[in-house]
């Protein structure tokens, strides 16, 4: 499966801990989006990245959330000392750029902060 | 502020009829709207787009319409089947962003055999 992946599935978190989660795009695809869906509502924009540039983070929380496309390896998003409103579903999506019917999400992470 | 909003969380239909999934936006700079289709434990998939410099766009079973006076956009599925149950989203590019999709809520469709 060529898609993009996203690791681990589902994540649990104690409260103050960290949560890493793990973003792979489609081979071929430079340009990487994470959006998070609270409960009942709908995907909200975080951030988006080319390798190793964040181009526009205007939906990520001030603290205690970072992103990061290097060079080499997956997209990673670090959430530090999670709270239980935290607790979401975390989407990736990946582009070769210059299309926006040209993304495609991953399966998504589940984080449940207990 | 919700400036992407489907009204209906759910909605029922009959295999083989028409569904009719609706949106209304708030911002009337959007200039392009997309709708996506999502399975449990699955990301949204791309279903079809449609620019504002055009009312009606088509695909298959897919067509979307959009009123820009209304602020309105609609998909319609015919016939529907029961591999379209699924959790349908609206969204739509904010003015300025190139990248940065808004989502409204959901709509839940049941498509009935």
């Known amino acids: 499966n060529a898609g993009v992946m996203q690791n681990p599935r589902h994540l649990v978190r104690r409260r103050g801990q960290e949560a890493r989660l793990r973003c792979s795009p489609m081979?071929?695809?430079?340009?990487v989006y994470w959006y998070r869906q609270l409960p009942e509502e709908g995907l909200k924009f975080m951030v988006y990245?080319?390798?190793?540039?964040?181009?526009?983070e205007s939906g990520m929380p001030k603290e205690r959330f970072s992103a990061e496309f290097p060079k080499e390896g997956p997209s990673i998003l670090r959430i530090q000392q999670v709270v239980r409103g935290d607790s979401a579903a975390y989407f990736c999506?990946?582009?070769?750029?210059?299309?926006?019917?040209?993304?495609?999400f991953g399966s998504g992470t589940r984080l449940t902060v207990v | 502020d919700q400036q992407v909003k489907q009204n209906s969380p759910s909605l029922s239909v009959q295999e083989g009829r028409i569904s009719i999934l609706n949106c209304d936006y708030t911002?009337?700079?959007?200039?392009?709207f997309l709708w996506y289709k999502k399975y449990p434990a699955e990301g949204p998939t791309f279903l079809i787009s449609?620019?504002?410099?055009?009312d009606k766009n088509e695909d298959g079973r897919f067509t979307v319409f959009l009123n820009k006076s209304a602020k309105h956009l609609s998909l319609h599925i015919v016939p529907s089947q029961p591999g379209d149950s699924a959790v349908y989203f609206c969204?739509?590019?904010?003015?300025?962003?190139?990248?940065?999709?808004?989502f409204g809520s959901g709509t839940q469709l049941t498509v009935l055999p």
């Open positions: 999506a990946s582009s070769q750029g210059g299309q926006y019917y040209g993304y495609t």
């Open positions: 081979k071929g695809h430079s340009h």
């Open positions: 990245l080319q390798k190793e540039n964040i181009i526009d």
């Open positions: 911002n009337s700079m959007f200039d392009y």
């Open positions: 449609i620019s504002s410099i055009k």
């Open positions: 969204a739509a590019i904010p003015p300025g962003s190139a990248r940065q999709l808004t």
